[in-house]
C-alpha cells in the first residue's frame, strides 16, 4: 500500500506561481514512477505531468510544456510540481499518483486532491 498526501494548493493570481507537494508513505517509493493530474470542474481528469523513479526522465502535458516542472526527492518520499505563469484554465483539483512500475503508465494510487484556483 501507498498512502499520498498533497499540499501547496491555494489561491493565486494569473501570472503567479504555486509548488505543490506530495509526501508518499507505505510501499517503497524510491522504484515508483509519479504523476500529477488535475481535474476541472465539467471536465475529466487529465495527465499534467510524470516522473521516471529516479528523476531521470520527465514528460509534460502540451498546456503545461515550460511553465510546470515536475521533481522528486527520493530521500524525503516526496514529489512537487512547481507551477510558473499560471492561467485562469489551470484552475483544478490537482492529483498526486503513483505506480507499481518505474516507469509511467497505469497509476495504483491516488492522493486526495489539492484545490489550485487561479484568478484572472
Known amino acids: 500500500q501507498v498512502q499520498l498526501v498533497e499540499s501547496g494548493g491555494g489561491l493565486v493570481q494569473a501570472g503567479g506561481s504555486l509548488r505543490l507537494s506530495c509526501a508518499a508513505s507505505?510501499?517503497?517509493?524510491?522504484?515508483?514512477?509519479m504523476a500529477w493530474f488535475r481535474q476541472a470542474p465539467g471536465k475529466e481528469r487529465e495527465a499534467v505531468a510524470h516522473?521516471?523513479?529516479?528523476?531521470?526522465?520527465?514528460y509534460y502535458a502540451d498546456p503545461v510544456k515550460g511553465r510546470f516542472t515536475i521533481s522528486r526527492d527520493n530521500a524525503k518520499n516526496t514529489v512537487y510540481l512547481q507551477m510558473n505563469s499560471l492561467k485562469p484554465e489551470d484552475t483544478a483539483v490537482y492529483y498526486c499518483?503513483?505506480?507499481?512500475?518505474?516507469?509511467?503508465?497505469?497509476?495504483?494510487?491516488w492522493g486526495q486532491g489539492t484545490q489550485v484556483t487561479v484568478s484572472s
Open positions: 507505505g510501499r517503497t517509493f524510491s522504484s515508483s514512477a
Open positions: 516522473i521516471n523513479w529516479n528523476g531521470g526522465s520527465t
Open positions: 499518483a503513483a505506480s507499481l512500475s518505474r516507469y509511467p503508465g497505469d497509476y495504483d494510487y
